[in-house]
């Protein structure tokens, strides 16, 4: 199984933009969906965004949907967010995963076989 890591969370103002990595090794991942939960203090692990593969379809929480972008290649850092016009409620560790059995569209209850540490992402008022 793969090892994943994230970074690129940080501290950013109310308006700005991050981009979040997911760095893997292990197991290659090209050929199994991938995705982003993310959770806040005092709160539910909610879904992000996801993609089925490098160039896939892609799927996102209406919570972010024009603000978020989710992509990936086949390096060692196989996935990515980019976040847009952050807002304070986007404040969340955030968590990559990846579902080795395949598992298309992401949100049945218990997607996701690997998951990463988590990344910090504060967004300042």
Sequence with gaps: QAQLVESG?????VGGSLRLSCAASGRTLNN???GWFRQAP???R???AAIRWIGGSTYYADSVKGRFTISRDNTKNPLYLEMNSLKPEDTAVYYCAA???G???PLQ???GTDWGQGTQ???SS
């Design 9 to 13: 969370g940080g501290l950013v103002q």
């Design 32 to 34: 199994y969906p991938m």
């Design 42 to 44: 005092g709160k539910e």
């Design 46 to 48: 909610e879904f992000v």
């Design 99 to 101: 579902d080795h059995r």
């Design 103 to 105: 598992l298309w569209p």
């Design 109 to 111: 209850t218990g997607w």
């Design 121 to 123: 992402v504060t967004v």
